[in-house]
């Protein structure tokens, strides 16, 4: 109990970042309007406020694998809690676009660094049997951040007026604050300690987590998996040999969630609704129930992840993003304005989506990587997963304007059909087996 007590604990601290990373995500959803109207912006300049953190989403998540490599994965969680706080403060204070967008892409930075190391963190913490529930809290707290951002947007909306956008984006320093003097209460990742000639650190830190029965195994099977650790990974030995098409599926479940159009609706929600006629306090209430539906099945995907298994749960998700991505399409074809066609279809897209990609993309892909390469692959997946991102968050402004609803959705809805097909075909299972177990049966070495 006490040991379960402990991982319990330092997960949910490590998952802070997680949380971060939701609430930046969905905060400029609240702000666009004002922002828009304040820095006079067209749609292309405003897909660039919001997509220009993904700018730094992408050096932080590129970044983050091979700086945690040889710095460690707490430290370099301290340094994203900074420029969490650093973002938070400056955007609040912009009186000038380009000031607004460099704090942005500040932000973005740790946004990409958190997203890649937090659930790598969990991960190299986690006993093999619960591994996808406790890495799918990382993804409890991302949808949390989002929910809480979206009822202190309507607040602030309320309370500010014109100037509550700064208000909004201010507000994530202090989160931010809590995650840099929390994570001085975990421990650096055994796995990162073992890699770096530190066994004694890592016997301590596993005997903390699982014990003293399962120790010696425990550092066993992670000798077995860091063998040959002294080569420097190159960026070529991704893709060599049995780890060419780990990597390969690893960026391509990145991208796929992202290319769903998942931060199409979390970054434009309002956007979204007042194309279907809403007013933009109406707009900013639907979005509470878009983050409370997220949170919601979010809590189905950890109960599910461990019993169902990876595959089933990516199966299933693929085909309720394609129905409701396809009936929010046909939404939008109507005359006088989409209605509640539209909530609803977004609503069962985030169910869809919550209880199944969101949580699991990021389990699996922490989990198919080798010890070895962990990571500078899970950077290589990640600056593609925010590429795609920036891909989306950039031009759906301008395609919803000028091509329309029905377009714009009926395009996620084909990608998610084709993540069907690629699950189907190419991912693996990895539910209920060690890190290094995982590694044996993928054959990457």
Not at 271 to 285: N, P
Request: aromatic fraction near 14%; charged fraction near 15%; proline fraction near 2%.
């Amino acid at each position: 109990m006490k040991h379960q007590t402990y991982i319990y604990t330092i997960t949910f601290i490590a998952a802070l970042g997680g949380f971060l990373f939701g609430f930046d995500t969905a905060v400029i959803s609240g702000a666009n309007p004002f922002i828009q109207k304040y820095f006079n912006l067209d749609e292309l300049a405003l897909g660039w406020a919001v997509s220009s953190v993904i700018v730094g989403c992408i050096i932080g998540a590129f970044s983050a694998g091979f700086v945690s490599d040889l710095f460690g994965r707490k430290k370099v969680l301290l340094v994203t809690a900074v420029l969490f706080t650093f973002s938070a403060v400056g955007t609040a204070l912009a009186t000038n676009f380009t000031f607004f967008v460099l704090a942005r892409i500040l932000g973005g930075i740790g946004v990409g660094a958190a997203s890649a190391l937090s659930p790598t963190y969990i991960a190299e913490i986690s006993p093999a049997d619960r591994r996808g529930r406790l890495v799918s809290i990382n993804q409890l707290t991302i949808v949390i951040g989002i929910l809480v951002v979206y009822f202190t947007n309507l607040l602030f909306a309320e309370s500010f007026g014109d100037d509550s956008w700064r208000y909004m984006l201010g507000s994530e320093a202090i989160p931010a604050v809590l995650f840099f003097g929390l994570l001085f209460f975990i421990p650096e990742s055994p796995r990162w300690l073992f890699k770096n000639h530190q066994e004694a650190k890592a016997r301590e830190v596993l005997r903390k987590l699982e014990g003293d029965g399962h120790i010696a195994e425990e550092m066993s099977e992670i000798e077995e998996s860091l063998k040959g650790e002294q080569e420097k990974v190159a960026f070529a030995d991704l893709f060599k040999g049995g780890m060419a098409k780990i990597t390969v599926i690893g960026i391509v479940l990145a991208m796929l969630q992202q290319l769903v159009g998942i931060n199409a609706i979390i970054y434009y929600a309002p956007t979204i609704f007042e194309s279907a006629g809403a007013g933009l306090e109406s707009a900013l209430r639907q979005t509470v129930a878009i983050g409370g539906t997220n949170l919601l099945f979010t809590f189905v995907a950890i109960n599910l992840v461990d019993r169902w298994g990876r595959k089933p749960l990516l199966l299933a998700g693929s085909v309720g993003m394609t129905l409701s991505l396809s009936f929010l399409s046909f939404s939008f074809l109507g005359d006088g304005g989409a209605g509640y066609g539209v909530l609803f279809s977004i609503l069962g897209y985030i169910a869809s989506f919550a209880a199944t990609h969101a949580a699991v993309m990021w389990v699996l892909v922490s989990e198919i990587f080798p010890n070895k390469y962990r990571g500078s692959a899970m950077s290589v997946a990640l600056f593609m997963h925010w590429s795609a991102t920036y891909l989306v968050t950039q031009t759906f402004p301008w395609m919803l304007a000028n091509k329309g609803g029905a377009f714009s959705f009926g395009i996620f809805a084909v990608v998610a059909a084709l993540s069907l097909v690629f699950v189907w075909f190419f991912v693996p299972e990895t539910k209920g087996k060690s890190l290094e177990q995982i590694e044996k049966e993928l054959q990457i070495n």
